[in-house]
C-alpha cells in the first residue's frame, strides 16, 4: 500500500507543477535544437528560450536583457559575489548576514581563507537585521553586500530595499538571495536599488537543475562560466532548453498565484497550523512571529524534545517537513539561523519547519494538527529533560 505524502517542505524543494512539465516535454525529443544553432530548428527553439526569459523578467520587473540563465540558485548566488570582487579588485571588502544560506556563507569562508575580510551582520531575538549597524560597517572599500529576501528557515523578510540604498550610497554592489523570496512576495527591479537577485526554478514549481541571476542593466559582470557565447557571452555552456521553458511556464503561473502569499489561502493555512499549535501544544516558540515573513513559512521550536525525533515520528504518518537542527560531526547542533537569533538550545534542538505551497490543502493542515499533538506528548514522556 502506497503510504499518503502530506508535503509540507515547500522551502527544500516543490512539487513540479503538471503545466510546468506539459510545457516541458517537446523540448526532449520533438524540439530538441540547439538554440545556438543557425538552422531554422535552432532558431524556433531559440525563440522559446527567449519566450521564457520574457516570463522571468515579468515576474520580478526587470526586462529580459537583464535574466541570465544558470543552473542553480547556489551558482547564481557565487557568481553574483565573485563578479563584484572581480570587477572592483581594489576592494577586500565583503558584507553580508549570520543567517545567510551556505551558498552565501560557504563562499564567504573560503573568501577569508583568500585574504578578504567578511562582515557579518548579527539579528536580534526576532530574526531581523539592524540597519544601523549596516551603515556602520559598509566601507569605502566594500566591495559587495549581500543579504536574503527571505530566510529559508523561518521566512523572516529583511529590508532588502533599505539595505540596497545603503550600500549604493556606500558606492558598493548589492546583491540579493531571493531563492525563498521570489513567488511569494512581489518584486518590482525597474524600481529597485538591487544591482544583483539569484533565485532558483525548483522553489517555484519547476525542476531542480535550473537557475536565475538578475543583473540591473548597466552593472558591470564577470563571467563566473567561461566558454561559448551564450547568455549574451555572461554565462557559457548549452542552455537547458526544456528547463528554461519550463520556468518560463512556472514564472507565468507563480505571477498569477502571487496573491495567495499575502493573505490568500496559503498564508491562512499557514496561520491555522500556527494557531492550532500553539492552543494544542505547551512550551512552544513561533520563531519570527513578531517580524514581517513569507506567508508558507512556519518555524517552530519544541521545549525539552530533538527536532529529529519529532521529524522520524510525523515520517511514518507520511508528514513531510524539515527540521531547524543539523548533525554536524556526530553532535547534534542547532542551526546557524538560530543561533543568531539567540534561542536557547532547549528550545532549538526541536525545531521543525513547516512549508506551505499552493498544493497544500486543508485536510492536510487538519491531519498534522490531529497528530503532531500526540507526537510532541509521547516524545515529553521520554524525554530526560521535561
Not at 111 to 131: C, M, T
Request: charged share 25%; glycine share 8%.
Amino acid at each position: 500500500m502506497v503510504k499518503k505524502i502530506i508535503y509540507l517542505d515547500n522551502n527544500a524543494t516543490t512539487k513540479v507543477d503538471e503545466e510546468v512539465l506539459g510545457a516541458m516535454v517537446p523540448f526532449f525529443c520533438n524540439e530538441y535544437g540547439n538554440p545556438s544553432s543557425i538552422h531554422s530548428f535552432g532558431g524556433d527553439v531559440k525563440n522559446d528560450v527567449e519566450k521564457a526569459r520574457h516570463q522571468i523578467a515579468d515576474l520580478i520587473g526587470a526586462n529580459s536583457s537583464e535574466i541570465i540563465f544558470t543552473s542553480c540558485g547556489t551558482e547564481s548566488d557565487n557568481a553574483a559575489i565573485l563578479s563584484c570582487l572581480q570587477i572592483n579588485k581594489k576592494k577586500k571588502h565583503v558584507v553580508t548576514t549570520k543567517v545567510e544560506h551556505p551558498a552565501v556563507l560557504q563562499l564567504c569562508k573560503v573568501l577569508e581563507e583568500r585574504g578578504f575580510e567578511v562582515s557579518y551582520l548579527a539579528v536580534d531575538k526576532d530574526g531581523q537585521i539592524d540597519l544601523d549597524e549596516l551603515k556602520k560597517v559598509v566601507r569605502e572599500d566594500t566591495a559587495v553586500v549581500s543579504i536574503m529576501a527571505a530566510n529559508n528557515e523561518t521566512g523572516i523578510v529583511f529590508p532588502i530595499e533599505e539595505a540596497a540604498k545603503i550600500a549604493k550610497a556606500k558606492g558598493s554592489y548589492f546583491h540579493c538571495d531571493a531563492v525563498q523570496g521570489v513567488g511569494k512576495m512581489p518584486f518590482d527591479m525597474s524600481k529597485s536599488n538591487i544591482d544583483l537577485l539569484s533565485f532558483s526554478g525548483h522553489k517555484i514549481h519547476a525542476p531542480k537543475g535550473i537557475g536565475i541571476l538578475y543583473v540591473k542593466k548597466g552593472v558591470k559582470f564577470s563571467p563566473f562560466l567561461i566558454g561559448g557565447h551564450q547568455e549574451s557571452g555572461l554565462r557559457a555552456g548549452t542552455e537547458n532548453v526544456p528547463y528554461i521553458v519550463g520556468l518560463g511556464k512556472a514564472a507565468l503561473l507563480a505571477k498569477e498565484n502571487l496573491g495567495l502569499y499575502n493573505k490568500g489561502k496559503i498564508q491562512q493555512l499557514r496561520d491555522k497550523l500556527e494557531k492550532g499549535i500553539v492552543e494544542k501544544i505547551s512550551d512552544v516558540l513561533i520563531n519570527g512571529k513578531n517580524t514581517g515573513r513569507v506567508g508558507n513559512t512556519l518555524s517552530v521550536s519544541f521545549k525539552f524534545i530533538e527536532g529529529e525525533s519529532i521529524l522520524l515520528l510525523l515520517d511514518e504518518l507520511g508528514i513531510c517537513a524539515s527540521s531547524g537542527s543539523a548533525c554536524t560531526s556526530g553532535s547534534l547542533e542547532p542551526s546557524h539561523v538560530l543561533r543568531a537569533m539567540g534561542i536557547s538550545h532547549m528550545f532549538a534542538h526541536g525545531t521543525i519547519r513547516f512549508s506551505l505551497s499552493r498544493f497544500t490543502k486543508q485536510e492536510d493542515i487538519d491531519f498534522v494538527l490531529e497528530h503532531l499533538p500526540k507526537i510532541i506528548d509521547r516524545l515529553r514522556k521520554i524525554s530526560p529533560f521535561s
